[in-house]
């Protein structure tokens, strides 16, 4: 969501109390706001040939280019005890599953 909407949604969410923050655009970065309306947590297998695509991998020990292709090992590495690109874990991404198994990850770019 982004614009008005947003913030009509974000501040319904509790997520901006308006007390404490009057201006919603410090709670909103970069003017987008996502919902998740389904917090229930469910537990899929992952094919062994999933494609795992980034968008914004970071900077330094963390960069790669746009849909680039990472591997399994390194995409679980962002919730590791001591991870390398710790900020990575809070990207929203698109999962795909044909199946019930997962056979394609996308990061959600958010400009």
């Known amino acids: 969501m982004t614009g ?4 009509r949604v974000i501040r319904e969410d509790g997520k901006c109390p308006p007390d404490i923050y009057p201006d919603p655009s410090y709670c909103i970065p970069n003017g987008y706001y996502i919902r998740n309306q389904n917090p229930k947590i469910r537990t899929f297998e992952v ?3 999933v494609e795992i695509l980034m968008q914004t ?11 680039e292709k990472v591997s399994y090992e390194i995409f679980k590495s962002f919730w590791g005890s001591n ?6 874990k809070d990207l929203p991404c698109n999962v795909e599953v044909k199946n019930g198994i997962v056979t394609k990850i996308t990061e959600q770019f958010i400009p």
């Open 4 to 7: 008005d909407e947003a913030i």
């Open 47 to 49: 094919s062994k040939n």
């Open 57 to 67: 991998y970071g900077s330094g020990k963390c960069h790669v280019r746009q849909n």
């Open 83 to 88: 991870p390398t690109c710790v900020h990575l």
